[in-house]
């Protein structure tokens, strides 16, 4: 590549990307020349900032053209920028649950590993190319691996990091196996040119390669979004993992999962011929995906009803609102994109803040048992009210914003044709059964007795996160047309519907 091709691209496109890059560049080298005695807490300033200036730059390139560079392998359009801006709010709000952490702890790596992984998903976002995808897919995976064992002098962080690397790397192996048949069929590693040889091979003896392209990518992709069978992993490394990594993984690594997994599947097998007349390839694997919703809903809800460890708890409770997510999959329409893009937005908040709260209560008993929650409201109104609207979102109750998102889905699911009625069905079961485990942790909260004498007092930082993540919560529970006019006034949902999948 030459100088004048290389100053031809428009690299403003990128500006968000060059935003967490350089501050992740400069804070490496800033805990590097610092010295040790110079307090690390003031990273979390720096990389708070970059978070912002990088979605204000994302905000400004809401409605633009779509636009690619570097040989066609980098692309900003509608999708990319949407997404994108659910990964920063989820940054920040990792980062702001970090602050308190890292007061203690004051290792500097979490923030420019952080803002790494970041990085990486969202080149995930805007990749056009399957080569950008792995690289993209990497740099969160390698980041993440570094800061699950941050807490090098925890026997249970070293435990997971290793279990993380190790199924991290199987997965890793398995979408590149996935892609590797995708390139050996095609001949390309550019999405919109696999898109457009594809076609061709169907009803031909590379039929079955097709097929199996598409389900080692799938299987790889399951890994990282912790779908059953390959969920094994999750509890584990959530358990093992400091609490700030552990809502990373739950926020940011998750929402970079399905985002990939929309990108991938979308635009190479949306349109595609099905294996039968009058369906699309993504229909005819809809009931293959869907049995694989539905076992991650029920058994990811039963396994949560054993859980006594609170992050064990949300790791089973992540396992199955995985499988909430796949259903917009299975039931492909026009409202895919907008259901999953709010319940993840809405999944961030309230999972956000309910790792919060255990954190807040793990610092203070030092137990991440059920029974640290024991009498709460007695101890802290404030902070039970709280954890109760997390639950009550959690659980998809009305009048939070978790019953607006698991009600999108359902609608958006019954609006197909023909409609997925068991599936939905089962997804209604699951929640219902999800309501024992959350309001468990109610009860304890409300009616049992006190016995931990103590008052909880929280850092200021703590207290606006919680209240952002609990008003957010409110808000969009009574007002979702908050966030939605806001996707539909920005993002034209019939136009990035059709550039994914329903153009042939």
């Not at 390309?188 to 097929?211: H, N």
């Not at 893009?341 to 209560?361: C, E, H, K, Q, R």
Request: charged letters at 10%.
């Amino acid at each position: 590549m030459d100088m004048e091709t290389l100053l031809a691209y428009d690299w403003g496109i990128m500006a968000p990307e060059f935003t967490i890059i350089i501050v992740a560049t400069l804070l490496s080298l800033m805990d590097l020349f610092l010295p040790n005695h110079f307090p690390r807490k003031w990273f979390s300033a720096f990389a708070a900032m970059a978070v912002l200036l990088a979605f204000v730059f994302t905000i400004g390139q809401l409605g633009q053209e779509a636009n690619m560079i570097l040989y066609d392998t980098y692309r900003l359009d509608l999708f990319a920028t949407s997404f994108k801006l659910l990964l920063l709010i989820g940054a920040g709000l990792v980062l702001s649950l970090a602050a308190s952490y890292q007061r203690k702890q004051d290792q500097g790596e979490f923030y420019y590993l952080l803002l790494t992984a970041l990085l990486g998903a969202m080149m995930m976002a805007s990749s056009a190319d399957l080569i950008t995808l792995f690289v993209g897919l990497e740099l969160l995976s390698i980041a993440s691996y570094i800061l699950v064992g941050l807490d090098k002098h925890a026997l249970k962080s070293n435990e997971s990091a290793m279990k993380y690397v190790i199924n991290g790397g199987i997965s890793t192996a398995i979408t590149l196996f996935g892609f590797s048949y995708l390139y050996g069929l095609t001949g390309s590693t550019q999405l919109t040119t696999i898109s457009e040889i594809l076609p061709s091979l169907i009803r031909t003896p590379a039929q079955g390669l097709v097929i199996m392209a598409f389900i080692m990518t799938f299987v790889g992709l399951a890994f990282k979004i912790s779908t059953v069978p390959f969920h094994m992993w999750t509890p584990d490394v959530y358990e093992g993992a400091p609490i700030p990594v552990t809502a990373f993984l739950s926020i940011v690594s998750k929402a970079a999962g399905f985002i990939i997994i929309l990108r991938v599947f979308l635009t190479l097998f949306g349109a595609l011929e099905g294996l039968s007349l009058n369906e699309t390839f993504m229909q005819s694997m809809s009931l293959w995906i869907g049995v694989l919703a539905a076992i991650t809903m029920v058994l990811g809800n039963i396994l949560a009803l054993r859980q006594h460890n609170m992050k064990r708890l949300f790791a089973y409770s992540s396992v199955a609102h995985a499988g909430y997510l796949l259903v917009p999959l299975v039931a492909l329409s026009t409202l895919t994109l907008e259901n999953i893009w709010f319940y993840l937005l809405v999944y961030m908040f309230m999972t956000a803040g309910g790792l919060a709260v255990i954190f807040v209560l793990y610092e203070k008993h030092g137990t991440l048992d059920l029974e640290m929650f024991t009498g709460l409201y007695k101890r802290s109104p404030a902070l039970a009210i709280l954890m109760t609207i997390f639950l009550l979102s959690l659980a998809g109750i009305p009048g939070t914003a978790g019953f607006i998102g698991k009600l999108n889905i359902i609608l958006g699911a019954l609006s197909t044709d023909p409609a997925p009625i068991i599936l939905v069905s089962i997804m209604i079961a699951a929640t219902v059964l999800s309501y024992v485990f959350y309001f468990g942790i109610l009860v304890q909260i409300y009616f049992r007795s006190n016995p931990f004498p103590v008052t909880i007092k929280l850092p200021i930082v703590m207290k606006t996160t919680l209240w952002i993540c609990a008003i957010a919560i409110v808000g969009l529970g009574i007002f979702p047309n908050i966030a939605l006019d806001f996707y539909h006034h920005h993002v034209d949902l019939f136009q990035i519907t059709e550039m994914l999948w329903l153009s042939e």
